[in-house]
Each structure stands twice: as C-alpha cells, then as structure tokens.
C-alpha cells in the first residue's frame, strides 16, 4: 500500500504552505526509516491525512527549517516512530540552535530602528531581551556594561523558549516612543547599577 497523502495547500498564505510541506517532508522521511511502524501506525489514507493535520496545528509555532532538523535528529538517533511528545522535544532543541548567538543578538538589539516591534527580527527573544533592558539604556550605554546585562537577559529567555514557552512580537502594544525617553547621565548610572545587581553581575 502506498502512503503518498500530501495536506493539500489550497489557498493559504505563504508561511502556512512552508509548514505543510515541511509537515509532508517530514512524513516522507519517517515512511522511508521506520517503514513497518510507519504502516502499522498508519494503516489509511485517511489517518495519514488526520495525523499531519494534527501535528501541523501543534507544530505551528515551529519554523520549517525546525521541523526538518528535529526528523533528521530522530531518525539519527531513534529506533521508534515518534510521537508527538518526542517531536516537540526536538523542535525545540533544533529551534535554539537557529537561534543567534548573544553577541550577534546585542548587536542587533542595539541597532535595530524604532518603531522596534515593526523590526523585522531574526528572533523574537532579541526583540524581548531588549525591551527588557531598556531600548535607550542598551543604544547610550558602553558594550562593556550593557553586554553583560542584556547576554544574562537574552539567555534567560532561550532557556525558556527551550521548556515551551512562545515569545511574539506584538506590534500594536509597542508604540513608538516607549522605554525610549532620553534618561539623564546619573539616572542611567543608576538604572545600570541597579540592572546589575538584580542579575548578580
């Protein structure tokens, strides 16, 4: 019997057509590796179709690229067809390694134009580290002092992108002008000294 079912795209936007094909792609590649369990989990068209709609819905916050890293990392590793579970798992790990690097994520931070939220970031936790160390602290502050406060910053948030939480950039609750009123020299001194200490730097 073959196993072709494709999710057909139909009329959907560009991003979700990347998602169902990355979907197909992944279901290709676990047909060709675990083709037994493949066939016996799948036994119909029907609950071939039903399973990558499923798992299309779940791994929606997951970039295409993601989603085939985390099928090749199975198959290299694994002897089992994976269940959803194992899948997210993956997808979160093969997403922190796209994600930049602190000191490319700083650079950008301290680079990006205003209105920040209509940035087109490389990673939302960029974007959120920043607001969270104050956009006009991170662009008037030395690489020395604002680095170190922003890396401890940014790492967190990867930590808990990594155990499932989702950042987003929200564009209509940032406006411009936000966290970017022009602090004197001794109230940014101070904004750092007290940054620092609430991070143990």
Known sequence: MKHSSPIEAGQTNHNREQRIDAINQVFALFRLNYHAQFFKAFATETELVQIKKLWLNELTRFEPDALLMAAKTIIESSDYLPTMHTMIKHCESASNMSMPDAHTAYLEACRAPSPKAQYAWSHPAIYHAGKECDWYFLQTSSESSAYPIFRKK????????????????????????????????????????????????
Request: with cysteine.
């Open 154 to 201: 940014y790492r967190d948030i990867c930590e808990r992108i990594s155990r499932g939480e989702v950042y987003e950039v929200n564009p209509p609750n940032d406006k411009p002008g936000i966290n970017e009123t022009p602090l004197s020299k001794a109230e940014n001194h101070q904004k750092m000294q007290s940054m620092m200490q609430a991070l143990d730097l």
